[in-house]
């Protein structure tokens, strides 16, 4: 079992794949024409106003250099490592696949899996949507929005994303790079992983967790501030 594991799970492998997606992303989208860092901040917009369809003027369009921002905070950044170090924990207690082991070996390896897959759903996802427009970024509901409304935004946009204009459409280029990573991530998995209906779990899991980052993204800079204001 562990020649196994370990041919199929090597730093090699992980670092051509991230690599691979990383140029694909600065291919798609001319990073390094793209002006100042400083532009990888959220602009302020009113584009999510009560989940309305229509443009928003106030909207500016992602640059490439944003898409490769949002690539390495969505799959490096600190709430996406400490995410992936609970979940890989959890499967670790659980020895789950069995083939990796209940051990620290067994955690670097659930976590080295996770790493790369959410790396390289994340490059097809921004690279993909820029042949379209599309914005793989979240923005929160506007301030003084109910909270049932708030949630609402959480699930929709989970599955919508806006285009150049501002206008709201089906976030397709998601739609590809979930489902498409997980399947490609058959090639690399152990055998108990590699399957079809694996790979669909993951898929929903996938979607699951964009929903569960839009909630955090949409609520915890209010429970932040309430922390603050208490002290």
């Known amino acids: 079992m562990g020649n196994t594991t370990i041919a199929r799970f090597t730093f090699p492998r992980l670092t051509i794949l991230a690599a691979l997606g990383v140029l694909f992303l600065a291919a798609a989208t001319g990073v390094a024409a793209q002006g100042d860092p400083a ?3 959220q602009p302020q917009t009113k584009l999510h106003n009560h989940l309305t369809l229509g443009g928003d003027q106030n909207y500016e369009p992602i640059s490439g250099l944003q898409r490769f ?3 390495l905070v969505n799959s490096i950044g600190p709430a996406a490592l400490a995410g992936r170090a609970l979940s890989s924990g959890l499967s670790t207690v659980i020895n789950d696949p069995s083939e990796y082991g209940p051990s620290w070996a067994g955690f670097g390896k659930r976590y080295g899996i996770g790493a790369t897959g959410a790396l390289t759903g994340d490059a097809m996802e921004a690279s993909l949507g820029a042949l379209w427009g599309e914005d793989p970024r979240y ?4 301030p003084q929005t109910s909270f049932g409304s708030r949630v609402r935004h959480v699930v929709v946009t989970a599955f919508l994303a806006p285009r150049r204009d501002g206008m709201m459409a089906p976030a397709y280029a998601r739609f590809i790079a979930i489902p498409g990573s997980n399947f490609l991530s058959n090639t690399w998995r152990v055998s108990s992983e590699a399957t079809v209906s694996e790979a669909l779990s993951r898929t ?6 964009r929903v569960a980052g839009n909630a955090f993204a949409e609520f915890w800079p209010d429970f932040r501030n309430r922390i603050s204001r208490s002290r």
Not at 139 to 142: E, G, H, L, S
Not at 204 to 209: P, Y
């Open 39 to 41: 532009g990888a901040a």
């Open 204 to 209: 929903l899991i996938g979607m699951g967790r």
């Open 69 to 71: 921002h949002w690539v």
């Open 139 to 142: 923005f929160r509901a506007q």
